[in-house]
C-alpha cells in the first residue's frame, strides 16, 4: 500500500473532485481514499479514469457505510460502488464504522466471499479498538489488512499502534492534519519553520516515521502537491521526540455512534 494516499472526503464537487484525483495521480500519488458516505465515488472514478496513469497501478480504497452492513447490502452496495467508481475490484475494502448494520458474524461473511472471488483484494476496517479488531479476526478468513482511525501528532494511537505492530496491521491514519489545524501547534510549526516547510508536511513525515500510511485530503494543487513533498521531509531523533512530547490531545472525528471507549 503507497504510505501517502489522496484522501477525499467532503471533495464532494463532482468536477473538483475528478479534478483533484487527477492531478494527485498525475503528480505522483498512487492511493485514493473514498467511502460510500462521501459521495464522491463517481467522481474518484473520472479521475483515475482521466489521468494517464494505469488503473492497477492504483491503489483504490472505499468503504461500506453503516447502514449496508448486512450481508446482502454488502454485496448490493459494492456493486454500485464498483459501478460508481468505473472499476471490477477495489484494492481495499474498509468496514466504516463497528456501528448501525454491523455485525461481525454476517458482515464479514460477506467481506470473506468479496475475498474470495476477487472483488476485493484486501478486508480492512476503521475505527475499531483493538477488541473490535480480535472480534473481526476471530470471524473472517481473509486476513484484516489494515485499519483506518484518526492520528496526527495531537492523537498519537500509542495503543493501537503497539497493538498493529504486535500483530502485523496496518494503520492508516486518516484527519492527519488534523482537518487542517496542525498549523495552530507550536512544536508543528517551528519544526516546520527550522526545515523551511510547512506543519502539514512536518504531521505527515511524522506519522511516516511511526510507519503509517496517511490519506490527507487536499482540494487544489498547492496543497496535493505540498503533501507529497512530505516523502523527502526527514525528521531528525529530536524532532520526532519533541513531537513525541506534544502533551495536548485533540479528536476531530467523534460522531455519538462511535466506540463507547471514546468517551
Ligand atoms: P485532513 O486531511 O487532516 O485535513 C484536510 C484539510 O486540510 C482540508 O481543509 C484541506 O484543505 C487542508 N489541507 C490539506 N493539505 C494542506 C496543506 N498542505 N496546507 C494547508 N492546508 C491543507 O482531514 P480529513 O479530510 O478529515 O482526513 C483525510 C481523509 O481521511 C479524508 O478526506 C477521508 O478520505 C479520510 N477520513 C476517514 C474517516 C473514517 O471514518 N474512516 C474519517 C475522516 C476522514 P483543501 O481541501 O482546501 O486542500
Redesign the pocket.
Known sequence: MPMLGL?????DDHDQCVESVRTALEMGYRHV???QA?RNEDAVGEGIAAADVDREDVFLAT?VWTSNLSAEDVHASVEDSLDRLGTDYVDLL?V??PAGDYDPGETLQAFDELYDSGTIERVGV??FEPEHVETAREHLDAPVFAN???M?PLLPQTELREYAAETGLELVA???????E??DDPTLTAVADEHGV?A??VSLAWLREKGVTT??????D???R??LESLSLSLSDDEIGRIDDIDSRDR??HPDFAPEAWG
Not at 484522501?7 to 471533495?11: K, L, P, V
Not at 490519506?215 to 487544489?220: S, W
Open positions: 484522501g477525499t472526503w467532503e471533495n481514499d473514498t467511502a462521501y468503504k474498509y466504516h464504522w476503521s475505527n483506518q482511525v484518526e496526527h486518516y484527519s492527519p492534519l488534523k482537518r487542517g496542525v498549523f510547512s502539514a508536511q490519506i490527507p485530503k487536499a482540494t487544489g498547492e496543497h496535493i505540498d503533501n476531530q472525528v
